[in-house]
């Protein structure tokens, strides 16, 4: 029987020294100011047990986890459908290039790189109907995921990534040119930096996600959100496409689904055992959380949790 | 002595067969609602002389035209420092594409593809203000060059291309991300989609055109409207980039400096000799003027007036 | 407790509609004359019990799967150094494609497409000497894993590769422009089409690819041929870049970690429990087996073992 | 009238402070160890005149100069055929990059960047059968030119090119995977690299391009080499190819036909009056000499010669 709390005792020992690595991102002034040195890890058990560390319950701005939420979600409404507007590979590029959109006509390689979470975002808007309504659907389902009312959006994130997003502002109008954008395109990246500007804690996304680990149902709730095949599915996209282009480098080094965001946040799955949340806003190279992904790598290696 | 006249003649009568070669620009409805066999071609030599055939007075769109317009005048305000911000190099790409954007950090190739013009109405508009004022500006130009109070833009057109203008946005927010626009982005695109409908017939346009023949100075009202130096250049940039990616092969073809329009116009120069008009809306695979591309083609072959 | 005699019963039932679908390489003649509607499918399990279905003893040109034995004999000679002259990212392009070879200065992105898997022939050929004794050396060390000595090469294959391999030889020698080749071209791409060339049935790389599924140590004969740290990181780079440009889409569909040859061979690994051989000639649009891919798929939805 | 010789005089009196800006090309030994200080100038008049400045009669690798010579030869054997297997495009690229020949299924751009100067050579293979002949007939076609049989290649660099050619070497096995080389890769890379080791002085480059500035045939012996539509054509393709990825900018800056070649020289005609030949081995940032790009710059400068 593994001593979860001891190991996240250690792992929080081990970062330590390391914590000041990294860059805090600094695109928009209202993410920069966040506390850099910062370390939170969470992790749920299917049975609710959960175990923290660090600072479990500070709220910070999930970003490009939520592209997990909304695509969970879209492939609720629209099934296998929804491939025709977004693909399922690995883009070998970073999270925001437009080359490979134009050479692929506008259909982006997955839902997980920025344009394909904007397109993603078009479909719900085009399901619920109008910005506000969308938000408040795709909020509605974190929290009940969440079994947590208590989550909401960061508006002044939300509004300087609007007022700063120029490309993924351009990232939208070039699909819109392609025709693979059904709504206006101020309304999509409205409801998309909304969505990105929500803020969560480890203890709160560890928990969000335990769906994902139990193929799609809520092993505490029991309510099914999506089906055995899809969950196992979106759990393949997150191993392929969940760290940009350090998706390998991720695989190889912590061997677990997983998807980050640029607040800092990552969040993994062990598949019928656990969901996991990491917290810390210094970023690497790549654009992910330098002490999330060590405490990830950390983590697998002491437990032997790899998915291989 | 030629017979220029004559000339046109022959080239009018040799099109005569394949005037229904190629494809009418159809991206806005405004635009392919146009006659589409329609051919006309000016020639105004330097003492003001001028040879007409085809509905030389019919007006049509100038679109892409409009550039050498407003390069002329963002050269003439601002000189070399407008380097810093747009290249003169061959694209080696489609006109409109994201990709070399992307690789070369939002430093546009010429002032001759999309998002090159797009920067340069950029700097027209720092320098006039606001849209209306910097659309006047670039008109009243335009009217002074062709000594000639009639031009005025298409609304239609203008309109059209703005509700449809997607992936120009993007070239515009792309740049934007690159921090080269200065001016708000809706600003810019309204702007440059405005001068893009100024309408010219190639009577107007080939007169408007014989200050960059001669070196920069009107030879009739002998206005100075550019340097030699940066007329010269003009002609060079034309001739290296006037085609998008066909400049290589006008260049081989035609041998003279010029632009096209996806309207059908395109212009040329016979440095020291004349300014030419042609208009013919069907384009090739390339955008450009079928016909009109093939009336510069005889025109030189039978005059030997390539700069080659 | 299943029953996976039946279950490779079922999946050869379900095949047979589509045995005709795709297209058997035909790049050269050696490989394009294989009777194309061939199938057949072994599992071996951990106590070495296997079952099969189909033509499992035929040998067939197992191409690219032997990217994994190289691969795995490299980074047992070499360790994390290995990684400093090939990536472990998924490309995002095509097998064979250069382009993302030049912006990334010679680096391969993985050990699977082909560039990376010609730089680990390389390394090979360095600690090796020459052609003739790389080759026995890779040769030796799958009879070893397959625990047979009844294995070697196809003396046509090999030679048709090499006349026909311009494109190879392209990677090769713009990597040795790069300096990220230590030998002569010649010699490692002779080596290369070599190791390319061995022939082997689905009995055999079922068989062979135990310690894969075992953490690097053959469950039969106990011996170690990588460490457990190592061969999970084979399995998540076989995961994430083991089918190409399809390699999302095998982890979509198939959720196993596998590495597809165009002789219509694939392996697949179902870690702590078996490894799996199909072999079936016809290929889809990604250059993998189809009626391969689809038994796959059809395996893990029967029985669960995804690891997702 | 003109005094050539004082305007040479000047340039050489300007060029002083600069003559050690630049970097000699060093990627092969043989190339590395010319004086890189040196300067020479000449032209040509139509009646033979010439005048001469600095080391107007020391021998240089003319390199990338002999794709003029093999692309006039090529034209002069295949007429239009030989489009078929190359354009007349800039290509927005580096002189060696495999990036667009790959999207572009192994058709080069141009005859001047090395890829389509590789296929030109191979169509002379075609014709002239081996490689020593083929050799013999490109260099007596440039001693005819050149009225001159003093002239021939440099064994060293030759030897020293083909041994560190890989990148040229990956360019010709891409085309030939594209069925776009006739011969073996290997007698055409030969050829290749033997004609771009020809060295001649600037005073016998300056006599050879004669025939260029005259349409097509020598002005001294009335030989007619190539039609005069060819011979436009030919300085159509030098003027928006000739510099590789700075054709543009050469343009610009100096306004006439020319190509380059990384050992130092420059070729450039005015058309109906004279040819120019530079020589100063230091390059700039794109492969081009430093103070011969200059030297062709204060020239069209002082004389106004630039056909624009």
């Known amino acids: 029987?593994?001593?979860?709390?001891?190991?996240?005792?250690?792992?929080?020992?081990?970062?330590?020294?390391?914590?000041?690595?990294?860059?805090?991102?600094?695109?928009?002034?209202?993410?920069?100011?966040?506390?850099?040195?910062?370390?939170?890890?969470?992790?749920?058990?299917?049975?609710?047990?959960?175990?923290?560390?660090?600072?479990?319950?500070?709220?910070?701005?999930?970003?490009?986890?939520?592209?997990?939420?909304?695509?969970?979600?879209?492939?609720?409404?629209?099934?296998?459908?929804?491939?025709?507007?977004?693909?399922?590979?690995?883009?070998?590029?970073?999270?925001?290039?437009?080359?490979q959109l134009e050479y692929?006509?506008?259909?982006?390689?997955?839902?997980?790189?920025?344009?394909?979470?904007?397109?993603?975002?078009?479909?719900?808007?085009?399901?619920y109907k109008n910005v506000d309504n969308t938000y408040d659907k795709i909020l509605g389902f974190i929290q009940e995921i969440s079994d947590n009312q208590d989550i909401t959006y960061d508006r002044d994130v939300w509004f300087s990534e609007y007022k700063h997003g120029h490309r993924n502002i351009a990232l939208a109008n070039l699909m819109k040119s392609f025709n693979n954008l059904d709504n206006n395109v101020d309304d999509v990246v409205k409801t998309y930096f909304k969505h990105c500007a929500i803020t969560m804690s480890t203890k709160e996304l560890s928990r969000a996600m335990l769906f994902l680990a139990n193929h799609g149902t809520d092993p505490i709730t029991n309510k099914e959100f999506i089906t055995s095949s899809q969950a196992k599915r979106i759990n393949a996209v997150m191993l392929t496409c969940g760290h940009y282009d350090a998706s390998g480098d991720f695989a190889f080094h912590v061997g677990l689904p997983g998807k980050s965001g640029v607040?800092?946040?990552?969040?993994?799955?062990?598949?019928?055992?656990?969901?996991?949340?990491?917290?810390?806003?210094?970023?690497?190279?790549?654009?992910?959380?330098?002490?999330g992904t060590k405490a990830l790598e950390i983590f697998t290696n002491k437990t032997s949790l790899s998915i291989f």
Not at 26 to 55: E, N, R, W
Not at 112 to 121: D, K, L, Q
Not at 264 to 282: C, D, N, Q, T
Request: charged share 15%; hydrophobic share 40%; with cysteine.
């Open 1 to 99: 029987m593994i001593n979860y709390q001891q190991i996240l005792d250690e792992i929080f020992q081990e970062l330590q020294p390391t914590l000041t690595n990294g860059k805090v991102a600094d695109y928009i002034p209202a993410l920069a100011k966040v506390l850099p040195d910062q370390f939170a890890m969470s992790i749920t058990l299917m049975d609710g047990t959960s175990h923290h560390i660090g600072c479990s319950d500070t709220k910070f701005s999930i970003q490009s986890i939520s592209k997990v939420f909304t695509f969970t979600k879209a492939l609720n409404i629209y099934s296998k459908e929804l491939y025709r507007k977004v693909g399922r590979e690995p883009s070998g590029n970073p999270f925001n290039s437009l080359v």
């Open 263 to 291: 607040g800092g946040g990552i969040v993994a799955i062990v598949p019928k055992l656990m969901s996991i949340a990491v917290f810390s806003p210094r970023l690497n190279n790549w654009g992910n959380s330098y002490s």
């Open 104 to 127: 692929e006509h506008g259909i982006p390689r997955n839902p997980f790189i920025n344009a394909g979470a904007i397109v993603v975002t078009d479909t719900l808007l085009s399901h």
